[in-house]
């Protein structure tokens, strides 16, 4: 469905402007500058020292909350596995405990053992789209993927979550979505979805996981998926 809203909205629609704001820096810190120099602390100021002490307790701190963070990260690598496929010219990270299975209309599926219903899937397909920008804003493009949600016989309610953008290999323009959908088949879903244009194609990245209220999805999944979804890009050509 989400497929055909791109292909019967890419040539109806003009192109919509995003406008970003750049906030002004904060002057806490040449105020404290000021006052540091107006009144500079003896050497032998025990609150100096102890300023000193826990100065150096905190950068400790730090360094092994950062091996904690690096080994943090590793694990959830290990998760994970890189997929790519040349031909079709795109790439991403897939959970290592979901297995590929074929489905028509898919370039590629990607399945958690036992539960279906929890997915990964690519989509490729022809548009005479050069650019995302062409088709709309993400703002734009999430809404009328929405309302084709909507639309479905089985959905009861449809929400948005989260709308992003982002630059790819090459300056690439991708466009993030995250929304969740309650429906007759399977109940509440979490949707967290990509999509770029490159060489005249369209690429859609739709992932499905359950996040029903008696059991949530939880932050170590949700962390998981959402790397999945940043790391959906055109393959780089050898």
Do not use: C
Request: zero cysteines; charged letters at 20%.
């Amino acid at each position: 469905m989400a497929l055909l809203v791109w292909n019967s909205f890419a040539f109806s629609y003009p192109k919509q402007q995003n406008q970003t704001s750049n906030p002004s820096l904060p002057r806490t810190a040449s105020s404290l500058s000021s006052i540091l120099k107006q009144n500079p602390p003896k050497s032998n100021d025990p609150l100096l020292r102890l300023s000193k002490r826990t100065l150096n307790l905190s950068i400790l701190a730090l360094f092994f909350n950062g091996l904690l963070t690096n080994s943090s990260k590793s694990e959830e690598i290990e998760l994970l596995q890189r997929y790519t496929d040349s031909k079709e010219g795109f790439t991403l990270l897939v959970p290592s405990s979901f297995n590929k299975v074929e489905k028509a209309g898919a370039t590629v599926l990607f399945e958690e053992v036992g539960k279906g219903s929890n997915n990964v899937g690519v989509v490729v397909s022809p548009v005479r789209l050069a650019s995302l920008s062409e088709f709309g804003s993400p703002e734009f493009v999430v809404d009328k993927l929405i309302q084709a949600e909507k639309r479905k016989e089985s959905t009861k309610d449809a929400e948005v979550i989260g709308v992003a953008e982002r630059s790819g290999h090459g300056g690439l323009q991708v466009y993030e979505f995250e929304y969740k959908v309650d429906s007759t088949r399977g109940g509440m879903k979490r949707i967290f979805s990509a999509a770029f244009v490159a060489s005249k194609k369209l690429y859609l990245l739709n992932i499905s996981h359950s996040d029903k209220p008696e059991s949530p999805l939880d932050t170590q999944t949700r962390t998981m998926l959402e790397q999945v979804l940043h790391s959906f890009d055109a393959a780089t050509q050898t």
